[in-house]
C-alpha cells in the first residue's frame, strides 16, 4: 500500500488543521470490492469530513500534535512505500526533528519521544492503540467508543487512560484494518469480522447497532504461540492429560473443543494441531484466519462476507464442502457456529477422521446438544434420533475448556462421546478438574484422571500408541 493511500485512511484525507477537507475520494474503503462502490465511498467521506471540528486551545497538546502531524504528512513522499517500515520510520523522524527545529518548538527527550510515537503510530501503524498492540502481556483489546479503551491483562479486565480523538478516529482506524482484507463496514453492514496482519482476530460494530460509538474488540494472539510446556506450567492441562489428547490426535480421532467466550479454544486447538504429523495436508477453515499451524502442508481458506451488492458471500458450510474435493487428510474448522455442523459431521462420518473444531459450550453435553440443534438449522426434515446417531458416529472426544473465576484458564473435562443408548448419546468422561481450594484468590486443583479408559483404546492402539494404565488413574495389575 503507497504511504499516500496510508495516510488517507488514517487521517481522514489528511485535512489541514482550521481548513476544509480535500475533496478526493478516500482510498481503502472499497477496497476487494470491485474498486468501484461509490455508495460505500460518499458514505465514508460523509463519516469523516461532517462532523464538526472543535479547534483547540492555542498551544494545548492537542494543537502541537495536529501542526506537526499535518506539516509532515505534507512534507512525506506520497509514493513512499509503507511497507518498509524502517525507512519510513527513518524518514519521519528525520522530518519530525526538522519540524521542530524550524518552529522553534522546545520540548523535553519524554515529550519529545511521547509526540514521535504518537504521530508514527498514526501514519505507520493503528494510532492509540499501537503500544497496546505491542505490549505481550495485553492478551485482549477493548474500544468501546472513543473515549473508553479496556485491556484484559492475566485474565482480568483493566480501563486504560488511552483514548482517540472522537469516534471518526476510532473508524479511521477500523477502516485501516478492513479494508486491506477486502471487507466493509458501514451503515448497510454495520459489523465486521477481520484480523491484523500478526492473526490477531478483529470485531468491530458501529452505528446503528452500537449506541456507543464504534465498538472494537480484538483479541491478540502472542507472537511466540503457547507451547505445550507452558500450557502444564500454567495448569491448564495436566502432563497425563496432553499426553493422552496428543495419542488421540496421531490415532485421527475426532476431536471437538468446547467452552465460553474467551476460554482459550483456538488456543488449544493451536496446541492439539501441533501433534498432526509434519506428512498430512491439512484443510483449515476459518471465518478470520487466526490458526497458526507450523506444519508445511497446510491450506488456509477463509470465509467472505457478501459486497455491497449483498453478492459474492462465502459461507463457512460451503469452503467444507469444498475442502471435501481437496483431498484433505486433516480438516480443521475454527468455529462452528450454524448449519455448517451438518457438514462437518458428514465429512467426519465419510472418512475424513482426525478433523478438529472449536464450538461454544457450556460443558461436554451441552456441545452435543447445541450440534445437534445447528444441523437442525440446515433444513433437513431429519429425525432427533438420526442426527444423534451421526454426531455419536461422528464425534470421539470433546475437550472441555473454561475460564476460571481467578482469570486462569483450564481444561476441565475430557470426555468421551461412546455411544447410543436408546434416543440418548452416551458420554464418558475421562478426565475432569478437580478444585481443591483457593489461595491468594488463585483456583488450586488438577485435571484428574476418573479411572476409565475409552472405548476407542483400541483405535489408539492400533495406531502403535501405547499408553501406560497410570495415564487413566489404573494401578499397573489393573487391566479391562
Known amino acids: 500500500m503507497s504511504l499516500l493511500k496510508r495516510i488517507e485512511q488514517g487521517q481522514g484525507g489528511g485535512k489541514e488543521q482550521g481548513g476544509s477537507a480535500p475533496q478526493s475520494q478516500p482510498s481503502g474503503g472499497g477496497a476487494g470490492q470491485g474498486g468501484g462502490d461509490s455508495s460505500r465511498l460518499s458514505s465514508l467521506q460523509a463519516r469523516r469530513v461532517s462532523a464538526p471540528i472543535t479547534s483547540p486551545q492555542a498551544g494545548s497538546y492537542f494543537d ?48 519529545r519521544a511521547r509526540l514521535f510515537e504518537q504521530i508514527a503510530a498514526e501514519i505507520l501503524g493503528f494510532g492509540p492503540l499501537q503500544p497496546l498492540l505491542e505490549d505481550e502481556t495485553i492478551t485482549e483489546i477493548m474500544v468501546n467508543g472513543a473515549k473508553n479503551i479496556y485491556i484484559e491483562r492475566k485474565g482480568k479486565l483493566h480501563r486504560v487512560p488511552v483514548t482517540f480523538e472522537n469516534n471518526d478516529h476510532v473508524l479511521r482506524i477500523i477502516d485501516r484494518i478492513v479494508a486491506p482484507l477486502g471487507r466493509r463496514i458501514d451503515e448497510s453492514s454495520p459489523y465486521v469480522d477481520a484480523r491484523l496482519p500478526d492473526g490477531s482476530r478483529v470485531n468491530a460494530v458501529i452505528a446503528p447497532i452500537s449506541l456507543v460509538g464504534p465498538v472494537l474488540t ?111 487428510e486433516r480438516i480443521i474448522v475454527g468455529e462452528i457456529r450454524d448449519e455448517a455442523a451438518l457438514d462437518m459431521l458428514q465429512a467426519m462420518n465419510t472418512g ?58 483450564k481444561i476441565v473435562n475430557i470426555t468421551e462421546v461412546s455411544g447410543m443408548e436408546g434416543e440418548v448419546i452416551t458420554m464418558t468422561d475421562i478426565f475432569v478438574f478437580e478444585q481443591t481450594g483457593v489461595e491468594n484468590g488463585q483456583i488450586i486443583g488438577r485435571l484428574r484422571p476418573t479411572g476409565l479408559r475409552p472405548k476407542f483404546m483400541d483405535a489408539i492402539e492400533a495406531a502403535g500408541i501405547h499408553l501406560p494404565p497410570s495415564i487413566f488413574g489404573i494401578g499397573e495389575r489393573r487391566r479391562y
Not at 104 to 109: A, G, K, Y
Not at 395 to 407: A, E, F, K, Y
Open 64 to 111: 502541537l500534535k495536529t501542526r506537526v502531524q499535518n506539516k509532515l504528512l505534507a512534507e512525506l513522499d506520497p509514493s513512499m512505500d509503507i511497507t518498509r517500515t524502517d525507512d519510513v520510520r527513518g524518514t519521519i523522524q528525520s522530518l519530525f526533528e526538522q519540524i521542530l527545529t524550524e518552529e522553534n518548538i522546545v520540548l523535553s527527550r519524554p515529550e
Open 218 to 328: 480484538i483479541r491478540k494472539f502472542s507472537r511466540n504461540p503457547i507451547t505445550v510446556e507452558q500450557m502444564i506450567q500454567f495448569g491448564s492441562v495436566s502432563q497425563e492429560a496432553l499426553q493422552f489428547l496428543k495419542a488421540c490426535v496421531e490415532a485421527r480421532l475426532n476431536i471437538v473443543i468446547s467452552g465460553g467466550t474467551g476460554s482459550g479454544k483456538t488456543t488449544l486447538l493451536n496446541i492439539l494441531s501441533s501433534f498432526i504429523p509434519s506428512d498430512e495436508r491439512i484443510v483449515t477453515i476459518e471465518n478470520a484466519a487466526e490458526l497458526q499451524l507450523r506444519q508445511e502442508h497446510v491450506v488456509t481458506l477463509e470465509s467472505r462476507p457478501p459486497n455491497i451488492e449483498g453478492r459474492g458471500e462465502i459461507t463457512i458450510r460451503q469452503l467444507v464442502i469444498n475442502a471435501l474435493r481437496m483431498r484433505p
Open 352 to 409: 475424513h477422521d482426525g478433523s478438529m473444531t472449536t464450538l461454544h459450550s457450556n460443558g461436554p453435553r451441552d456441545t452435543l446438544s447445541r450440534l445437534e440443534t445447528m444441523t437442525l438449522m440446515a433444513g433437513m426434515d431429519l429425525p432427533s434420533r438420526a442426527i444423534r446417531e451421526q454426531i455419536s458416529s461422528a464425534i470421539n472426544l470433546v475437550v472441555h475448556q473454561s475460564r476460571m473465576r481467578d482469570g486462569t484458564r
